[in-house]
């Protein structure tokens, strides 16, 4: 663990440019914010009425062990277990199993570089800023270029290094089985429920493996405690699920790669499709929504259309919260030229900046629900009349705070 720290100051004129400028992003944000509301309530209702439609034409498949030619066409509910004799393979680490599928995950033992920033308004506008740079040793996803850090030394003590770059890697089987139908490529990849893959290397992979590790080994002097280079002769280590490529398993050192095998095995589904001769593919709803549903376990047609409504109103709330942010950090950027005019002197740039963003917030979310509910009065006459009085008093009480500071200004005047 190390750290380092930069002071960097920013004059009034450079901090009023930035502002000025921030405002082109900030429409952008509001822009953005209120077209993805407005799409994202079509797509609620759109998707709502799309799983009603498909419910109401749902039959039962019943055998599937049999095919059955007058379901076919048919937009259909079934439960049963999946087979497959396909093998998947990962051809670097020379596994080969039957499964539905096999997944690697890579991981690098690098320097992660981290930053915490304190902010302070000086007298007269300028800004000083004091950013404290951590550095610390952590398993990451991806290789970490080292030469981007603060710290001088970035080059000598913090320099990241890899043994080996791999990528994750999925192999899937094409040929999955639901009794007498075969699942199209749309199902099997809903397919859950990974396991984690006990691993067994051959001598040969070990050895090629050693061998390439050994050639291309990026150790540096001095990793060691007694100042020699880690031993390269075995760097392939196995236990469980993963699998270690590195000289010193007991303390990793930068550069080790980290590899984590997964298996899906087949397993019981139910699914919601349309019979396509001997497999299955999406329903087309009237508004052109796609309906295709699948569920690990054995799940009655209720609870799966239940589920799915279920799904869909998560989806539009993470989007609402997206889009209302949007539109609230947009208003903030659009206010930050008057922080910063006001904060020539910090006191009333603080207090300024905090009334911005108590505005943005309200005015944001005023906003926010005007949108919606503009966009429920087509679906939603009901709702959306509440939303829009929700808006509507929002707004009031913006107007309200504006009037009573402007009264409280002209008697301190």
Do not use: C
């Amino acid at each position: 663990m190390g750290s380092y720290t930069v002071t960097t100051q920013t004059g009034f004129l450079k901090r009023i440019g930035a502002a000025f400028g921030g405002i082109i992003v900030g429409i952008g944000l509001i822009v953005g914010g209120t077209i993805l509301l407005w799409w994202n309530e079509g797509n609620f209702v759109a998707t709502g009425d799309a799983l009603t439609e498909a419910q109401a034409i749902t039959q039962e498949l019943g055998d599937i062990n049999k095919l059955d030619p007058t379901k076919n066409g048919l937009f259909v509910h079934a439960s049963g277990p999946t087979e497959t004799k396909d093998i998947v393979k990962d051809p670097v680490f020379g596994i080969e199993i039957n499964a539905v599928r096999l997944e690697r995950k890579v991981e690098f033992y690098q320097w992660v570089e981290s930053s915490k920033t304190e902010t302070r308004t000086k007298l007269g506008g300028g800004e000083e800023k004091v950013t404290t740079y951590t550095y610390s040793q952590n398993w990451v996803s991806s290789p970490v270029d080292s030469s981007r850090f603060a710290d001088p030394g970035r080059n000598t003590t913090y320099r990241n290094t890899v043994l080996i770059t791999l990528d994750d890697f999925r192999d899937q089987a094409k040929n999955v089985s639901f009794g007498a139908y075969n699942l199209p490529d749309i199902l099997i990849n809903l397919i859950r429920g990974a396991n984690q893959l006990r691993v067994n290397l051959s001598e040969e992979t070990i050895a090629a493996l050693n061998g390439r590790l050994a050639s291309a080994s990026q150790y540096t002097p001095g990793a060691n405690a007694d100042n020699t280079l880690p031993n390269t002769s075995q760097m392939v280590h196995v236990s469980g699920n993963t699998v270690l490529l590195s000289a010193a398993p007991n303390m990793p050192q930068i550069g080790d790669v980290r590899v984590t095998f997964t298996e899906t095995p087949p397993g019981t589904i139910s699914i919601l499709a349309k019979v396509n001769g001997s497999t299955f593919e999406p329903y087309f709803a009237k508004n052109g929504k796609k309906v295709i549903e699948l569920s690990m376990g054995s799940h009655s047609l209720e609870n799966m259309f239940e589920e799915a409504h279920s799904t869909n109103v998560i989806i539009t709330w993470l989007l609402r919260l997206l889009g209302t942010v949007m539109i609230m950090v947009g208003l903030r950027m659009l206010m930050a030229p008057l922080e910063v005019l006001a904060s020539i002197i910090p006191i009333l740039g603080n207090v300024v900046g905090a009334g911005a963003s108590v505005v943005s917030f309200l005015l944001g979310f005023s906003w926010s629900l005007l949108i919606i509910a503009i966009a429920w009065l087509r679906f939603r006459p009901v709702l959306g009349i509440l939303m829009l009085a929700v808006a509507g008093g929002l707004i009031a009480l913006l107007y309200s705070r504006g009037r009573k500071r402007k009264a409280a200004q002209a008697l301190a005047a």
